[in-house]
T-cell receptor, first 113, second 115 residues
Framework: GNSVTQMEGPVTLSEEAFLTINCTYT??????LFWYVQYPGEGLQLLLK?????DKGSNKGFEATYRKETTSFHLEKGSVQVSDSAVYFC????????????FGSGTRLLVRP | DAGVTQSPTHLIKTRGQQVTLRCSPK?????VSWYQQALGQGPQFIFQ???????QRGNFPDRFSGHQFPNYSSELNVNALLLGDSALYLC??????????????FGPGTRLTVL
């Protein structure tokens, strides 16, 4: 079945450092890929998405490219801020499973001033 | 434009009780999905409602049931509560009919504590 694997956290960075959070997926069809962010005590916010191979999703300085050849969707940001501290979830959905979202286990990011 | 709303925000119940959680989808959306997020884990799909019917179900027991109303809002019911049902319950809405994308937008969640 479909699945998503994320790198273990927590990831601790200093402000203005470069961020990479790895995400790989297993899917039988052609899924859409998503990154969601969850701030403490809140629900999930959509950060970015990509719906087909080689698409790049971007938002608020974050980027991720849909790589079908490596089944990956790594999240990157060139310069993190303290306000980026949160838990980041990689997820996929596909038509064959009625678009239900399958999530990774989440990666906690802590950015120090 | 209101986003996805959920009520209540927090809820405390005891084992064996029943609970009902409510969700109103984002304006213009016709599909509601429910997820359970245990502490420190990713959300797990419970079920999805479209046109007032359960369209797909995850690996959850029959104690979990739901309903969708003609205005697209939805309820999640859990009977015979267990300690392990303590979690954040998330509602997500999306547009299925005529949609070109499958993006789901989440509400703030209901934190359920079972004592």
């Amino acid at each position: 079945g479909n699945s998503v694997t994320q790198m273990e956290g927590p990831v601790t960075l200093s402000e203005e450092a470069f961020l990479t959070i790895n995400c790989t997926y297993t899917a039988t069809g052609y899924p859409s890929l998503f990154w969601y962010v969850q701030y403490p005590g809140e629900g999930l916010q959509l950060l970015l998405k990509a719906t087909k191979a080689d698409d790049k999703g971007s938002n608020k300085g974050f980027e991720a490219t849909y790589r079908k050849e490596t089944t990956s969707f790594h999240l990157e940001k060139g310069s993190v801020q303290v306000s980026d501290s949160a838990v980041y979830f990689c997820a996929l959905s596909d038509r064959g499973s009625s678009y239900k979202l399958i999530f990774g286990s989440g990666t906690r990011l802590l950015v120090r001033p | 434009d209101a986003g996805v709303t959920q009520s209540p925000t927090h809820l405390i119940k005891t084992r064996g009780q029943q609970v009902t959680l409510r969700c109103s989808p984002k304006s213009g959306h016709d599909t509601v999905s429910w997820y359970q997020q245990a502490l420190g884990q990713g959300p797990q799909f419970i079920f999805q409602y479209y046109e007032e019917e359960e369209r797909q179900r995850g690996n959850f027991p029959d104690r979990f049931s739901g309903h969708q109303f003609p205005n697209y809002s939805s309820e999640l019911n859990v009977n015979a509560l267990l300690l392990g049902d303590s979690a954040l319950y998330l509602c997500a809405s999306s547009l299925l009919q005529g949609a070109s994308t499958d993006t789901q937008y989440f509400g703030p969640g209901t934190r359920l504590t079972v004592l």
